[in-house]
């Protein structure tokens, strides 16, 4: 057994050796036009100072290590283990199982995503605290699990994804005419921020390791899901918005008080 553990080791590392030269390749490629870009602006109108020059490179030499040690950890470990996970729980007696573990995953793989943490903070900052992090962030978290649980069930059921995509869109729509437009706005942001990297390598993949298990169709059962992810938040969000509107209007006015 330990010798099997630690051939299973072994293969991973030279997984990672291997295929990792091939996403420094792609790496660099992707941010290659976006360094010519901006050394054409420098050179023509910006004249940047010394020193954001090099705040600037370090900044592109931490964003290039972090993409290399991203698509490599994702491609090589983070997709296969979603895959795995979601066909070892469909494989069980009580395959409905999926729902409830699929939607906690939802709610704290957001917690992961790096753009929602960064939109969050920017709400903050641009509506001087009015919409907090915290209250962003859990609605985001429940938009996520809500999706991630209707995703499941289009797993196990082979329900079709337009049945949840027209009526999705369409109550996001409708709470649009009655939710504050700063919240509109941000729930539409939200949308594109929640489903990122982290819900489309591992949620994704947990999605199709469940259908294959089951048998289901992956092209229409579990592709969708990032779709979903993208629904969730313009309406919890939207919600939010109008919950705050309520309590703006309802809370006792100084004079009141």
Same mark, same amino acid.
């Given at each position: 057994?330990?010798?099997?553990?630690?051939?299973?080791?072994?293969?991973?590392?030279?997984?990672?050796?291997?295929?990792?030269?091939?996403?420094?390749?792609?790496?660099?490629?992707?941010?290659?036009?976006?360094?010519?870009?901006?050394?054409?602006?420098?050179?023509?109108?910006?004249?940047?100072?010394?020193?954001?020059?090099?705040?600037?490179?370090?900044?592109?030499?931490?964003? =290039?290590?972090?993409?290399? @040690?991203?698509?490599? +950890? *994702?491609?090589? /470990?983070? &997709?296969? %283990?979603?895959?795995? $996970?979601?066909?070892?729980?469909?494989?069980?007696?009580?395959?409905?199982?999926?729902?409830?573990?699929?939607?906690?995953?939802?709610?704290?793989?957001?917690?992961?995503?790096?753009?929602?943490?960064?939109?969050?903070?920017?709400?903050?900052?641009?509506?001087?605290?009015?919409?907090?992090?915290?209250?962003?962030?859990?609605?985001?978290?429940?938009?996520?699990?809500?999706?991630?649980?209707?995703?499941?069930?289009?797993?196990?059921?082979?329900?079709?994804?337009?049945?949840?995509?027209?009526?999705?869109?369409?109550?996001?729509?409708?709470?649009?005419?009655?939710?504050?437009?700063? =919240?509109?706005?941000?729930? @539409?942001?939200?949308? +594109? *921020?929640?489903? /990122?990297? &982290?819900? %489309?390598?591992?949620? $994704?993949?947990?999605?199709?390791?469940?259908?294959?298990?089951?048998?289901?169709?992956?092209?229409?059962?579990?592709?969708?899901?990032?779709?979903?992810?993208?629904?969730?938040?313009?309406?919890?969000?939207?919600?939010?918005?109008?919950?705050?509107?309520?309590?703006?209007?309802?809370?006792?006015?100084?004079?009141?008080?």
């Amino acid at each position: 057994a330990l010798s099997s553990a630690a051939s299973d080791v072994y293969k991973r590392q030279a997984a990672f050796g291997r295929d990792l030269p091939g996403y420094i390749k792609e790496a660099a490629l992707a941010l290659l036009p976006i360094v010519l870009l901006f050394g054409i602006f420098q050179f023509v109108f910006l004249h940047l100072p010394k020193k954001m020059l090099i705040r600037l490179g370090a900044g592109l030499v931490y964003t =290039f290590v972090g993409l290399v @040690f991203f698509l490599t +950890g *994702v491609n090589v /470990g983070f &997709m296969p %283990a979603g895959t795995f $996970l979601g066909g070892a729980l469909a494989g069980t007696a009580v395959p409905w199982i999926l729902i409830p573990i699929g939607m906690v995953l939802g709610f704290v793989v957001v917690l992961a995503e790096p753009a929602v943490r960064v939109l969050n903070k920017q709400v903050e900052e641009i509506t001087v605290g009015a919409i907090s992090q915290r209250a962003m962030l859990l609605s985001l978290s429940i938009g996520v699990a809500v999706s991630v649980g209707i995703s499941m069930l289009r797993v196990v059921t082979g329900i079709s994804l337009w049945y949840f995509l027209i009526p999705g869109y369409a109550i996001a729509i409708e709470l649009s005419f009655f939710a504050p437009k700063v =919240f509109t706005a941000i729930a @539409f942001d939200s949308g +594109g *921020v929640a489903s /990122g990297p &982290m819900t %489309a390598t591992f949620m $994704l993949p947990f999605a199709m390791g469940a259908c294959i298990a089951l048998g289901g169709n992956v092209s229409t059962d579990a592709f969708g899901l990032v779709a979903m992810v993208a629904l969730t938040p313009l309406i919890t969000i939207q919600v939010l918005g109008c919950v705050y509107n309520c309590l703006l209007y309802t809370s006792p006015s100084p004079r009141d008080a």
